[in-house]
């Protein structure tokens, strides 16, 4: 039973160029959250997908920032023109939806900005 | 709003003896409340989980909290800790009134010392 997963597991992008960063939920959630984790923070909410809906962004930034979840294929958080501020770890969950259900976290993609 | 606070940053306990994380909360409606563990380099592990019910929640790895109204605290305990369980461990809430995103604390270094 494979859990959430997330690739790249490190990403090295060079300022200007574009991360794309990939998440497949658990079998069976349709709900897909995206957190960004800078060291020794807490996570912060960025956005809550489902499938071929994003129902809350409030926590993603309006620019260059963009996340969809498509009917088929993985859940994709994509940070165009990417900068320094930007390098951090990006974490997936899932959940089968609603608010009292925990959610699953990938083991995280790290992006690293030069 | 919703917000969560981890006083320590950092707990030590010696092993075999008992520890506790503290986390208090802050929401506007009913609080659905959450413990997760991080390791080294990997995703969130889920622990466990209060949303209604008894007020003593029992988790993953001999681990439990419990969920106090009245001081708006969920504490994290386990009887007797061992090496293993040193690691990052993060409080989590969700506005039960209909909040999609986990909203966390920033995190309590765990180390368990032989």
């Known amino acids: 039973n494979a859990g959430v997963m997330q690739n790249p597991r490190h990403l090295v992008r060079r300022r200007g160029q574009e991360a794309r960063l990939r998440c497949s939920p658990m079998?069976?959630?349709?709900?897909v959250y995206w957190y960004r984790q800078l060291p020794e923070e807490g996570l912060k909410f960025m956005v809550y997908?489902?499938?071929?809906?994003?129902?809350?962004e409030s926590g993603m930034p309006k620019e260059r920032f963009s996340a969809e979840f498509p009917k088929e294929g993985p859940s994709i958080l994509r940070i165009q023109q990417v900068v320094r501020g930007d390098s951090a770890a990006y974490f997936c969950?899932?959940?089968?939806?609603?608010?009292?259900?925990?959610?699953?976290f990938g083991p995280g993609t790290r992006l690293t900005v030069l | 709003a919703q917000s969560v606070a981890q006083p320590e940053d950092q707990v030590n306990v010696a092993e075999g003896n008992p520890l506790t994380v503290k986390c208090t909360y802050s929401?506007?409606?009913?609080?659905?409340l959450f413990w997760y563990v991080q390791y080294p380099n990997r995703g969130l592990q889920f622990l466990l989980k209060?949303?209604?019910?008894?007020?003593l929640v029992k988790g993953s790895y001999g681990f439990e909290a419990e969920f106090n109204k009245s001081q708006t605290s969920f504490h994290l305990k386990k009887p007797s800790a061992l090496v293993s369980d040193s690691a990052l461990y993060f409080c989590?809430?969700?506005?039960?009134?209909?909040?999609?995103?986990?909203?966390f604390g920033t995190g309590t270094r765990l180390t368990v010392i032989p």
């Open positions: 929401v506007s409606g009913n609080p659905y």
């Open positions: 079998k069976g959630h349709s709900h």
């Open positions: 997908l489902q499938k071929e809906n994003i129902i809350d």
């Open positions: 209060y949303i209604t019910g008894d007020n």
């Open positions: 969950a899932s959940s089968l939806g609603g608010s009292y259900n925990e959610q699953f």
């Open positions: 989590a809430v969700r506005d039960g009134a209909g909040a999609n995103n986990l909203f």
